[in-house]
């Protein structure tokens, strides 16, 4: 048949995992140009069973008119991820070619494949078009993660391409289908792609799928409903634009994200990024961004996924963990941040810092209050005087004492120890 | 719908009967639940994506162009083929391709209520009510409100280029009168953009029209990913 012997011309890659004394095992493995696989031993710990392919692309990315199939089958009870090392870049496309790529995988019974590549980048005027279709069993697992990039934003290209289709399709073992999506970007066929994606720079789907991935989902479902329900708080009557007398929009949200059920158990869900590139007002909304990306998916994504991302913004997302030490927290009181420079602040990202910053002195603002009220012959009272006696302290102990940082806290804020007695306030 | 010029009344009679079954499946006054949908537009003014008039007309346009490229090619294969198996068949395909639970649950209690009106009303085509019947015991079938509406207009005569301009059009019209109950814009102001924006449906009805279901495919992904946000508003006025 015609498409049989497409289909052997266009097949780049194929690779077979079964069991093999007890562990997931590459059975046979076949790429030809422009495909290669990478299917090193040592990611991860060597107690998970679980075989890593790194698909990668002669040339750094599709070149117009390439036509690549790949085929993948996971035995039963076995682990399978599929990635990449860099974004997938789509070259400009060359007399209106069009490039295809697409995957086909079937899981077996108790099976997990993990398909989390890099993000695709198409170029300006490129045309792509992806199909994955995956054949699974009742108990099977799957991960799917499916995301495409504005384009190259450095360049000032933004959704300047073409064409990008991209369809996810999974069928049941009668043949019977559980998901079928296509999204279809089409430059002809819609005009300006950039109304339609308005300010986000990047669209994700990510699927989630079977018994194994149950935490997974709940995690994802919880936190995409926290996020999602904080910014969709303003309900509002009249259209009207929206802007308050300090010039301040009311912006659409940094992150858009929906989750949904599909089928009887089982979960996906749309997440749209907005980029970390751009200068927003989010205030502390970048953070949980990379809050959120990171603590669902910490067991899935490198960090690298994060590229770009300007460091202060990693490191206030590292902060928020609050395992920060009081040597940090001090640090930063006294090196960098006072409260109330923050206040009219213009360098915007240190908002989200600072709101952490805030509250840890809110918390040990409480605690002093506390203790100051407990009568003097509590034991604690007791060591407050004692920290005072001290003299020379040993390295790494911190220079200041509590009192001394707690003392500078109610000033900041316009408070004295003494009204620290008036619980009133 | 041209009424015909035969001098034999029997035809051009059962052509005018069919036409004022026709406007009576476009009313809004049929009780089909429509107005309880507002197809993303809630979540999109919560969510500061529409906030102002341009953005309403830009928004309404999105939702025609989904509504084409996702949802024509099931009206209009149903409208070919108004048979039991074909309808089966296509609510199956479009319960696994509408991945958005708020959009699928929508498209569920739209059809469910839109097929039970159907067979009650247009009593004088039974076919209706025995599909509607051999349906409700099986279990499996959804009662999408897509395939379910070009049955109908299928059943009713409309040929299959009607069928699909009428979806667009309800579809319109829901999401106008949704934003006029959502207080964006007034009754007459509403009537107006209505009429503005018929060449525009008709415009993307012509790009959309007549395709397999193969080919049905999000076009606005951002407009499905808002609608699915519906869930987690604190207040609303709608259910999806």
Redesign the interface.
Known sequence: MGNEQEDKEMEMGSIVVEKVGGRSSVVHCFSRYPVKFIIPKKVGSSRTDVVWVYALNYGGGIVSGDQILCKFSVGDCCTMVLTTQGSTKVYKSVGSKCSKQLLEARVGSNALLAIIPDPVTCFSTARYYQKQVFNVSSNSNLVIVDWITSGRHESGEKWDFDLY?SINNIFLEDG???????????KE??GCIH????D?QV?AMILLLGPKLQFVQNLVQDK??GI??E????????????RNEAGYF????SL???????GTKNQ?G???LESFYKSIETRGRKTRNANFMISAHSNLYKPAMLYGTECWAAKGEHKNKLSVTEIKMLRWMSGHMRLDRIRNDDIRERVGVASILEKIVESRLRWFGHVRRRPTEHPVRKVDEMEDGQGVKGRGRPKKTIHEVVKRDPHVNGLSIDTINDRAQ | MQISEGCDNGPRLADSIAQWSQWQLLDSLLPTGGFAHSFGLEAAVQSNLVSNPDELKTFIIHVLENTGSLLLPFVHLASVSPKLETWHNLDKILDATLTNEVSRKASISQGSALMRVGSAVFSELPSLKTMRNASLGSGTISFHHAPIFGLICGTLGLDSTDSQRAYMYITMRDVISAATRLNLIGPLGAAVLQHQLAPNAEAILEKWKNRDVDDACQVAPLLDTVQGCHGYLFSRLFSS
């Open positions: 289709r019977e289908p559980l998901f079928l999506d296509t999204m279809s970007l089409e066929k819609i109304e339609l994606v308005q986000y669209i995409v409903k999602m329900s910014q969709l708080q303003h309900p509002s009557g009249a259209l009207s634009h929206k009311i912006s659409k949200p858009m994200a929906s989750c949904s059920v599909f996906f749309h997440i749209w």
